[in-house]
């Protein structure tokens, strides 16, 4: 396959990169830091994106898109997480919020839900997991009754991103029928987050700044109109969902940025000089290489209008291994020096192997976890039977 970009493609990725550096202040360092000029920060960035129609750019134009293709969209994606996702919350309404509206939403809900999310306007939480469904997702508890209106929710999510930013909806999975089937009886629902009943409580970290909440639901009432789908639908919807998600994290541009910078540094504090380090940066070059052409293939599928489950499985497989490898290495290579934070002036790289390493310990958890995506790739890619 030949994923070449081409000059057009080109020519977007340089003006892109000028944008960023005349648009990133010196002080941003991505947002789960204890700064409170993080989230402000992002909300406007990305509405300049938005007025440069660079925000929701893959969308269709109906719906505040410019039709761009699969491949420009990537480049937007490799080079905000390059710089630390300064689109902060927004990339979820992009990645498979507003993507799964597109798919499944009535068109009430498109032109309620898409044109603020493609302004930059609004945030949205993910409320998937629970205490008792993690992995194991169709074990979700959270019930949503049917009543007069529409639904009465009560249930507990967590590991809630943007929760308390505030967010203002939640992209809800909620079980509607205990007598169907597992997968069969679950729905997705559009919660508006200013709702009476709903409680967000934010959880501390070992890492720091808290980035994570739980969300608890007390007889919420949700309208009939924001259900998305059909009831019994919950289960598709998520599973595309997660797809787009996993396709959208560009984790390995992320890895990619960390180590120019690792040879920056070599070159410029005589490491380089060490044939165990460039050994060491070389194999990390040749890892994130292969982690680039695997999501490149998932995209290549996107863009044939398909959806890449076992290719975006493979692909967050590579991402995340890649992310912590290079984490591992890049401490390896600073020495104790690579320990210091931010805001210690004596910190190298102005404290980004500590940040790296510290936020890539959760990576193989979120957006479901490697031993998930190996069971995906095993099942479907391999088609071996299911484990018992």
Not at 90 to 98: A, D, P, R
Not at 292 to 318: C, D, F, T
């Amino acid at each position: 396959m030949n994923f070449a970009f081409s000059e057009d493609e080109q020519k977007f990725r340089t003006e892109l990169r000028a944008f960023l550096a005349s648009e990133l202040p010196s002080w941003w360092r991505g947002m789960f830091v204890d700064d409170p000029r993080a989230m402000p920060f992002t909300r406007a960035f990305s509405r300049k994106l938005a007025e440069r129609g660079w925000l929701t750019m893959a969308w269709p134009k109906e719906w505040g898109g410019a039709e761009a293709s699969p491949w420009k969209q990537a480049i937007l994606r490799e080079e905000m997480w390059a710089h630390d996702e300064p689109r902060g919350p927004q990339y979820m309404n992009l990645n498979y919020i507003g993507p799964c509206i597109l798919r499944f939403g009535s068109e009430a809900q498109k032109r309620r839900f898409l044109p603020p999310m493609a302004a930059g306007d609004v945030l949205w939480t993910q409320g998937f997991s629970e205490p008792g469904a993690g992995s194991d997702l169709a074990a979700v508890a959270t019930r949503a009754e049917p009543s007069t209106d529409g639904f009465v929710v009560n249930g507990q999510k967590i590991w809630n991103s943007y929760a308390d930013a505030p967010a203002e909806w939640c992209f809800l999975l909620a079980r509607t029928s205990v007598a169907a089937k597992r997968h069969h009886g679950l729905s997705v629902l559009l919660v508006d987050m200013r709702t009476a009943g709903v409680d967000v409580r934010p959880i501390d970290s070992m890492a720091g700044p808290h980035e994570l909440n739980e969300i608890f639901f007390e007889d919420v009432a949700v309208p009939r109109d924001c259900l998305l789908g059909e009831a019994g639908q919950g289960w598709e919807i998520v599973t595309a969902g997660l797809t787009f998600e996993r396709v959208g994290i560009a984790r390995y541009a992320r890895a990619g940025r960390v180590i120019e910078l690792l040879v920056e540094h070599a070159g410029a504090t005589g490491l380089a000089g060490d044939s165990e380090v460039r050994s060491k940066l070389a194999r990390l070059r040749v890892q994130y290489e292969a982690a680039r052409l695997l999501n490149y293939r998932a995209i290549s599928l996107q863009a044939a209008g398909r959806v890449p489950a076992v290719e975006a499985s493979i692909a967050r497989l590579h991402n995340t291994q890649l992310e912590q490898q290079v984490s591992d290495v890049g401490l390896e290579i600073l020495g104790l020096a690579g320990q210091l934070t931010a805001d210690d002036p004596a910190a190298p790289l102005t404290g980004l192997l500590h940040r790296q390493w510290v936020r890539t310990i959760p990576t193989t958890i979120t957006a479901g976890t490697l031993e998930v995506q190996k069971n995906i790739i095993a099942e479907r890619g391999l088609g071996l039977p299911r484990a018992r």
